[in-house]
């Protein structure tokens, strides 16, 4: 599938890109290229072939959550500069 020059400028322009006319012709010629491989890939059969999310088979490697205690407050806030009782204190960012 030829893409016309001016497919290539309206998505240069999408894009944001400036393309000097050397780079307009090489990207034209890739990107035909690629829509006929697109094509090509769409002479496939594959209405018996199952839709997949991945090629490989992904199995979630999280650890399990367990409930384990905690450190205690004072150990929490033993090296913050600024702290109450119960809090970390930090300069006030918001007016």
Known sequence: MKISREEIEHIAL???????E?????????????????EK?????TKD???????LPLCNVMRDDILR???PKENA???APDHTD????????IE
């Open 86 to 93: 119960k809090f970390y204190r930090v300069p006030k960012i």
């Open 77 to 79: 806030l033993a090296n």
């Open 49 to 55: 072939v199952e839709p997949t999310s991945h090629v």
């Open 69 to 71: 205690p905690s450190i």
């Open 22 to 38: 050397e780079e307009k012709e090489l990207y034209g010629s890739q990107l035909s290229r690629i829509l006929d491989y697109m």
């Open 14 to 20: 999408l894009s944001r890109l400036y393309l000097s």
């Open 41 to 45: 890939l769409n002479e496939l059969d």
